[in-house]
């Protein structure tokens, strides 16, 4: 959806969007300080490879010149699949300097999933390394190629993107182009990435710099943070949480990012330790991972000052313990990849506010709660779905009219699939998602609150709660549950502890499947859509 040019005059002139780019922001950290880290990447096997904002900076502009000489026209879109660490930024700010349109795509993503974003986006390149998910990449090109997509262009680097890149199997050296005329702007469309597809087939968010830019500024505010801060995201950087993370923010105040290539609790605690690590973020499945470890309790957390979570329900209690065991404090923004923020919780909250709500509603997004009947919700701590206009929103999807027609209100307010309240005092709860609601015999059942609730029986890991559907009720609770090593569980020792707790019995679960591994979406949250299919399978089995 278009932009009211009003509205981007008047964000302009209020200094909620301005004129620079990250690859600005880097460009500017390499000439003045060269040498500082830019990224701390740690691999699978522990190695820990520094890159300095010079060669964050070097290594960008080479891999741009590659780019834009004669192959990809400006604004030709490419598909960016790389493993978490330094590369993947690299490559997204060669994409800018190039004027190219970055397709990201998280680097677990399947051949269904590739094929659908290629197919929708009509990327005309496709950047990796030179292996996909342990097979060799060319031979992924070579079949999405002959399937008819039209790739036109593969380009390999190495996993530091140190090298020559390969571009149709040969080496090319960067040439003499001038990218002064090719680089993107912060309002130009500089990345197409996908909802996290949990559920169904992704869609295409379309994202211009200023938006996450403005989302640094809150991100600041909220964290109050500065250019001495360490920053370790776990988070996949083509996803929303992990762009402002990973590549805005640090990149904005010239701070050195930590980013682990795969998610271990117990390495990531190391980092906390040896980095010196003061910002973390991560998604609340991975904070409870972290606390789980036997690691929280013996390293040093003491240059910690803040965790940014979220992605999915935050449990109160084990963030509560997370800020009793770290001293740190636990801060949220709510919204979307499609939204931004709606609202947050900062360093100057108190602990109810920070782990009991969302936060205060944030002025500049304009926040509305509608009823049932699309009027707006005036009185305090009535619920309603919210809706948003502002500048840390997205441009919408990409061509994609019955997608925008359910995203946006006939007059431009975008929504987001959530009830919400908002009290006298500007806080804002969230006190259902209707895309995570179980309806048992009418009764609507959160299934993150279940989550919550089980999450403390000591042989659980993680847990999900699903709908399973039932001929009497509509839908049951199902419980899927990765448990800590060693442990067993069985559904009637989940039933008691919940009873123990004095859980109300209509949250109980009434199946239990355990597996080895929960199945992770491409955003590095609990596959949920792969689970209710799963229950599905078993139960027409049975």
């Not at 278009?2 to 005059?9: C, L």
């Not at 909220?222 to 250019?227: D, F, N, S």
């Not at 390293?299 to 000052?305: K, V």
Request: aromatic share 6%.
């Amino acid at each position: 959806m278009q932009r009211d040019a009003a509205e981007v005059a008047a964000y302009k002139r209020n200094g909620d969007w301005g004129e620079t780019t990250v690859g600005d922001a880097v460009a500017g950290w390499a000439r003045t300080r060269p040498d500082a880290d830019a990224f701390v990447t740690v691999g699978t096997d522990g190695t820990r490879t520094r890159t300095s904002w010079a060669e964050y900076d070097d290594r960008a502009t080479r891999l741009a010149r590659v780019l834009a000489a004669g192959r990809l026209a400006r604004g030709d879109r490419i598909a960016v699949v790389l493993p978490d660490g330094a590369a993947v930024h690299i490559a997204f700010v060669a994409a800018e300097r190039a004027g190219l349109t970055i397709v990201g795509i998280g680097h677990r993503a399947g051949a269904a999933e590739l094929r659908h974003l290629l197919g929708l986006t009509q990327a005309r390149a496709l950047l990796t390394v030179a292996e996909h998910r342990g097979r060799p990449a060319a031979e992924l090109f070579a079949e999405l190629q002959a399937e008819g997509l039209p790739l036109a262009h593969h380009v390999v680097i190495d996993s530091q993107a140190a090298d020559d890149p390969i571009v149709d199997g040969e080496v090319v050296a960067p040439r003499e182009v001038d990218l002064a005329r090719r680089a993107f702007g912060p309002d130009d469309v500089f990345l197409l990435n996908s909802t996290s597809g949990t559920t169904g087939l992704p869609k295409c968010v379309v994202h211009t710099q200023n938006r996450w830019m403005y989302f640094h500024k809150l991100a600041v505010s909220a964290g109050e943070m500065h250019p001495g801060d360490v920053f370790l995201s776990a988070l996949p950087a083509p996803y929303g949480f992990g762009i402002w993370t990973q590549h805005v923010t640090p990149a904005a105040l010239g701070s050195p990012t930590v980013i682990h290539e795969r998610f271990d609790a117990a390495a990531v605690l190391e980092s906390m330790e040896r980095e010196r690590v003061s910002v973390l973020a991560c998604v609340s499945t991975q904070f409870l991972m972290m606390l789980k470890s036997p690691a929280i309790e013996t390293r040093d957390h003491s240059a910690l000052r803040c965790m940014f979570t979220g992605g999915e329900a935050v449990p109160h209690e084990r963030a509560a313990r997370f800020e009793d065991v770290t001293g740190a404090r636990v801060l949220q923004f709510y919204g979307s990849n499609e939204t931004g923020a709606l609202s947050c919780t900062t360093m100057r909250d108190d602990r109810e506010h920070r782990l009991e709500t969302a936060g205060r509603v944030i002025p500049t997004m304009k926040v509305r709660l509608l009823d049932a009947a699309g009027v707006e919700i005036t009185e305090p701590g009535v619920p309603g779905s919210p809706v948003c206009r502002g500048p840390a929103t997205c441009e919408g999807y990409l061509d994609d009219e019955g997608a925008n027609a359910e995203l946006f209100t006939d007059d431009g307010w975008m929504r987001i699939g959530d009830v919400c309240t908002i009290d006298a005092d500007g806080y804002l709860r969230v006190v259902g998602r209707t895309s995570d609601i179980i309806i048992r015999g009418g009764k609507n059942i959160s299934a993150p609150a279940v989550e919550a609730a089980v999450a403390s029986h000591p042989a659980i890991a993680l847990a999900a709660a699903v709908a399973m559907p039932d001929d009497v009720f509509g839908e049951r609770v199902c419980l899927y549950a990765e448990l800590q090593p060693g442990a067993s569980l069985t559904l009637d020792e989940v039933v008691a502890h919940l009873r123990a707790d004095g859980v109300s019995p209509e949250w109980f679960p009434e199946q239990l499947v355990v597996l080895d591994e929960l199945p992770r979406a491409s955003g590095g949250k609990v596959a949920k859509g792969e689970l209710r299919a799963d229950i599905r399978r078993r139960l027409t089995s049975d």
